[in-house]
């Protein structure tokens, strides 16, 4: 059984700073594109980052320069830094692991709660 664990997610004040953590079972973490998607109530959840098997990165625009990705393959975990935050940033933040091809998956967490508020 799969499962992709979030962790992290609080309230912070603009400006402030909060690590989102990912733990995940049942999958090879370092084969899998691993990601931090975003929503808002009322919106599609979007893609925050992604990082492949490989290192490479995809940062979506409003989040380059003060958010950063990073993997721990040995502890099936990937991270999110997340630097002077904006209100704009607050959502529900999922962890995705997915791999394409014929033995493909799409795997999401349950989510964490950030809040961005004076």
């Known amino acids: 059984q799969v499962q992709l664990v979030e962790s992290g997610g609080a309230f912070v004040q603009p400006g402030g700073s909060l690590r989102l953590s990912c733990e995940g079972s049942?999958?090879?973490?370092?084969?899998?594109?691993m990601g931090w998607y975003r929503r808002v109530p009322g919106k599609e959840r979007e893609l925050v980052v992604s990082?492949?098997?490989?290192?490479?990165?995809n940062y979506a625009d409003s989040v380059k320069g003060r958010f950063t990705i990073s993997r721990d393959n040995t502890k099936n975990a990937v991270y999110l830094q997340m630097n002077s935050l904006k209100p704009e940033d607050t959502a529900v933040y999922f962890c995705?692991?997915?791999?394409?091809?014929?033995?493909?998956?799409?795997?999401w967490g349950q989510g964490t709660q950030v809040t961005v508020s004076s």
């Open positions: 995705n692991a997915k791999r394409l091809g014929i033995t493909g998956y799409n795997y």
């Open positions: 049942g999958i090879i973490f370092s084969i899998s594109t």
């Open positions: 990082i492949t098997s490989g290192g490479s990165t």
